[in-house]
């Protein structure tokens, strides 16, 4: 899912900005570099050479996992994919700032009344993902100005 997704984003000239790492990040980018795309890591750690092979853009930050708030804080929407803590720290930041947020596969977040957040766009297939991840980045001006 991943890799469609950077795929498809890179093909509609949004620049993918991610961790950098392994997983889903480095199948995001694999992704993007299929399509011809450009790709930003934005590492935990303070070793550039830790990124995967398809980031182009290295940025060692050496804050741990606060360099979440980093990778969000680039994004015009963020497209969650999977479940681990540092995509649910990503998800939480962005709905605090009010970036959209799409998931895929991801988190379902409950508060504290038993409510169902709404907040997530829960879509089930990688192109949705893409398509809604650049619909509500369009509402809020940040859609991609051209190829990547």
């Known amino acids: 899912m ?85 995509t649910l720290s990503e998800i939480a930041l962005a709905l605090r700032a009010g970036t959209p947020v799409v998931g895929l596969g991801t988190w379902d977040l409950t508060r504290p009344d038993r409510q169902l957040d709404r907040g997530i766009q829960v879509v089930a297939q990688p192109r949705q993902a893409v398509t809604t991840a650049l619909s509500l980045a369009s509402a809020r001006g940040g859609a991609p100005k051209g190829p990547a």
């Open 2 to 86: 991943a890799e469609e997704v950077g795929a498809a984003l890179a093909g509609a000239g949004a620049v993918v900005v991610c961790g950098g790492l392994g997983g889903i990040m480095a199948a995001a980018c694999r992704g993007a570099k299929s399509a011809g795309g450009l790709t930003v890591g934005i590492l935990p750690g303070t070793d550039p050479s830790a990124a995967n092979e398809w980031v182009d853009v290295v940025l060692a930050t050496g804050l741990g996992e606060a360099r979440n708030a980093l990778v969000v804080g680039a994004a015009a929407a963020v497209i969650a994919i999977g479940g681990e803590y540092g």
